[in-house]
């Protein structure tokens, strides 16, 4: 199966680090077609391409232009989010090392569409490498005058900065983001007011995930039309995959929007690595649903994952064979979660560390069906009450493990053999 690259086609192909390269390779001639457009026009492109965003939830990316655009103030910023806290996930890595100055690019057209002059690229501090990169691709885009003051004579000015996180997973959610930008504590805001109408030090700001920001570049150079051509009517363009675990072939993949997962696996990725039987699949991540071998026949685009109890979110897809427990699979997810809560507020706080406590109980044999039930209570409060996305995250993987693998909790709770478990999950 062949592989579609759009977002991925200058890796390995030019010196990130050139804004020249990317030029002669037909960058910043979106930019300039965008400098020409007004931000009716660029944000109506937007709208008839179907531009979901590619880091959450896949809101629609021309909802956040307009509403950014028809905010009231002077002052408006655009916001890369390349926080990339989710384990296993490393596509907004492979775009800002192979070709920044497309994120750029795509941060100035945004710039453009709602009438803002500075964007901020947010990143966590273990991309230490990746610093050095964008630092002088941005140098040599302003020396050449793609960005920064009246780019390409053009009279619009576009400054990026860039900021970075000490790695807590909560700043990948917007308003905890700004938090940190604003050199304070990452933690996530109550809302209204939206970040579209007070993000960023209090002004309106459109926030948007690199692999967003990346496709604006494509649909503004070659049209709504063609981009609405590739991937599904509901979820147009490509997605960039990242496949890991137990799996023969690793690694970042781009295909059109609607790729089936079972052919993903098992035809692009070589199946299940060294004979094993396939125990699950988690697709979009830790936050993401756990589902069985009976289900992996799905089309990987935004709404369908959703219907499956999860999200396609960042795009990873975890591979489970048989040589793991799925308890303890969501045991060390919620470890994680718990670890990276903020602690704000009360439901993921108190409720991230009560959940692991019961798989915990249950992990070790010593659970019963009533904590079963109070697991399925928790997670529904959580998913209810949690100030932010994290708290909800956390309750994905509980309770569609609990969905599609009861047999495996209720072996732990009647004390039958794990064999897995039994070995120490060697």
Known sequence: MQELHILLRNKD?????SAKDYADNGGFSALKKALSMTSEEIIREVKEAGLRGRGGAGFPTYRKMEFTAGASGDIRYIVCNADEGEPGTNKDRTLLSSDPCSIFEGMAIAGKAVGAHIGYIYMRAEYTYLFSIMKEALADAEALGYLGKNIMDSGFDFEIRFRSGAGAYVCGEETA???SIEGKRGEPRFRPPFP????LFGKPTMLNNVETLANLVPIIEKGA????GIGTPGSPGTKLFCVCGNVERRGVFEFPMGINLKELIYDVCGGVSEGHKLLAVQTGGTSGAIINPDQIDMNLDIDTVSSSGGRLGCGTILVIDDRNCIVDIVLNNLDFFRHESCGKCTPCREGGQQLYSLVKRIADNRGTVLDLKGIEELTETMRL??????GASTTVPVTTSIQNFRGEYL???????CPVCAKGGE
Request: a neutral charge; hydrophobic letters at 40%; one cysteine or more.
């Open 196 to 199: 579209s109408i007070a993000g």
């Open 411 to 417: 072996k732990h709770i009647d004390k039958d053999f």
């Open 385 to 390: 009450t949690a100030l932010c996305g994290l």
């Open 225 to 228: 039309e063609w981009y609405r």
């Open 13 to 17: 192909k030019i010196d990130p680090k």
């Open 177 to 179: 983001l700004f938090e």
